[in-house]
């Protein structure tokens, strides 16, 4: 590692393994994605990081894959508190929030969890035309899109976690 790695990477390396699950689990939230990622530390750079997440994602078991989701707050309505949620669901507008939450209802009837999506860069618009599209889904089809999602936002926050200083 060189000075160029991240302070939050540096500080991800360094960790004890305890403070390491703790940091991985604000990312996500499966004991087995953190178990994966926790245990290639020390990594060489952030790259190394993502591509390590990419792997440990796409090896999520189905059930470990709910575990992942059961950690996201419903889209429009952040976890009270928890500002990495309200900030990557910066994009929508209170007028919008009703339709999301009348919307992820019917998607968690359809597809027996909530609606993930990764919401950085995106507004309540295009948030709300993807939730009407993937309403409808084949459920396997949803699944992977639920998958290709998460490992979307888990590269959002582990870039974040990564260039953050911890001082």
């Given at each position: 590692m060189?000075?160029s790695?991240?302070?939050g990477?540096?500080r991800?390396?360094a960790?004890?393994?305890?403070?390491?699950?703790r940091?991985l689990?604000?990312?996500?939230?499966?004991g087995?994605?953190t178990?994966?990622v926790?245990?290639g530390r020390?990594?060489?750079?952030l790259?190394?990081l993502?591509?390590?997440?990419?792997?440990?994602?796409?090896?999520?078991t189905p059930a470990?894959l709910d575990?992942?989701?059961?950690?996201?707050?419903?889209?429009?309505r952040?976890?009270p508190?928890?500002?990495?949620?309200a900030r990557?669901?910066?994009?929508?507008?209170?007028?919008?929030?009703a339709e999301?939450l009348?919307?992820?209802?019917?998607?968690?009837?359809a597809?027996?969890h909530?609606?993930?999506i990764?919401?950085?860069?995106?507004?309540?618009?295009?948030?709300l035309?993807?939730?009407?599209?993937?309403?409808?889904?084949?459920p396997a089809?949803?699944?992977?899109t639920?998958?290709?999602?998460?490992?979307?936002?888990?590269?959002?926050?582990?870039?974040r976690?990564a260039?953050?200083?911890?001082?």
């Amino acid at each position: 590692m060189t000075s160029s790695t991240p302070p939050g990477l540096l500080r991800l390396n360094a960790a004890v393994r305890p403070e390491a699950e703790r940091l991985l689990r604000e990312v996500c939230g499966s004991g087995s994605w953190t178990a994966a990622v926790g245990g290639g530390r020390p990594y060489a750079g952030l790259d190394d990081l993502l591509a390590a997440s990419d792997a440990a994602t796409a090896a999520l078991t189905p059930a470990e894959l709910d575990e992942a989701m059961g950690a996201h707050p419903p889209i429009g309505r952040p976890a009270p508190g928890d500002p990495v949620s309200a900030r990557e669901q910066g994009g929508v507008r209170d007028a919008e929030r009703a339709e999301l939450l009348r919307l992820n209802l019917a998607y968690q009837e359809a597809h027996g969890h909530t609606f993930l999506i990764c919401a950085t860069g995106r507004t309540g618009a295009e948030i709300l035309a993807a939730l009407r599209e993937r309403l409808g889904a084949d459920p396997a089809a949803e699944r992977g899109t639920v998958r290709r999602e998460l490992g979307m936002i888990n590269r959002v926050r582990l870039t974040r976690l990564a260039q953050e200083d911890p001082a």
